[in-house]
């Protein structure tokens, strides 16, 4: 999926150590443009956080998966970004859908993929 917007707020870079190695992790939230601007958080794996202009401000295209897994009995769902390149005044995506009607989710999200286990979310 893809979707398009202005990056409003940069979290804490957040790293760590775990049993493949160390890991790195960078979230940023995206306000989307329209009638019913939406704001998204992604996180941002490993060495593609050097690759990014991440930088508040900056108009981005984001190209992401959703995954969403059960723990206990609910259900926590995180916005993976695999690519962020400058988007220089493309019109925005909506991400496959084109109803603005619902609310934006919250964005939960985990630490390294071998760390999915060890959390409990």
């Known amino acids: 999926?893809?979707?398009?917007?202005?990056?409003?707020?940069?979290?804490?870079?957040?790293k760590g150590d775990g049993k493949n190695g160390g890991w790195k992790k960078q979230e940023f939230v995206i306000e989307t443009s329209g009638n019913y601007p939406k704001k998204v958080c992604f996180s941002l794996w490993g060495?593609?956080?050097d690759q990014s202009p991440l930088s508040e401000g900056t108009a981005v295209k984001v190209s992401f998966d959703v995954e969403s897994r059960e723990y206990n009995g609910?259900?926590?769902?995180?916005?993976k970004a695999w690519k962020v390149?400058?988007?220089?005044?493309?019109?925005?995506?909506?991400?496959?859908?084109?109803?603005?009607?619902y609310p934006a989710g919250e964005s939960f999200s985990a630490g390294g993929a071998d760390e999915l286990n060890d959390l409990p979310f």
């Open 47 to 49: 060495d593609k956080i």
């Open 85 to 101: 390149e400058a988007d220089n005044g493309s019109s925005p995506s909506r991400g496959g859908s084109s109803d603005d009607s």
């Open 74 to 79: 609910k259900w926590y769902t995180d916005a």
């Open 1 to 14: 999926m893809e979707l398009s917007g202005k990056i409003v707020q940069l979290l804490a870079l957040q």
